[in-house]
């Protein structure tokens, strides 16, 4: 069934929606905890591409560093490691997410989604 059918309280695109709720989430928690102590910079970089794929763009290196509140370089090296493992499709301008790792993030925001879906509805509300 179509995701969007069947949970249309998320909008046109309920996995764009789930990428960009859990990366709000992350960056909420860098706020409250030290991001040095619990920081997933690649995790993060891939969410952004990911995000900007879904939107129809791609991202360079100095628009996710300071989404990210992080330095170029740190940035870069992550770029280069997700790249060499086909995570990301990267020039000297911009990078992008790959076909393998959109459709591997998709099935992972859609299990989410389904996963949320079903204990909420199962969840008694409190009196």
Known sequence: ????????????????????RILSQRKLRNLTIDPDLLGEPGWDILLLAYVAHRRGSSC??????????????????????LTARNLLVSNQISFSISDLAECKIS?????????????????????
């Open 60 to 81: 360079t290196i100095a628009q996710v560093a300071d989404e990210l509140n992080a330095s170029s370089a740190l940035v870069t090296r992550w770029v280069s490691a």
């Open 107 to 127: 099935d992972l925001l859609e299990h989410n989604i389904r996963e949320m879906a079903q204990a909420f509805r199962h969840a008694k509300p409190s009196p």
């Open 1 to 20: 069934m179509d995701l969007a059918k069947e949970f249309q309280g998320l909008g046109a695109d309920p996995l764009l929606c789930q990428a960009e």
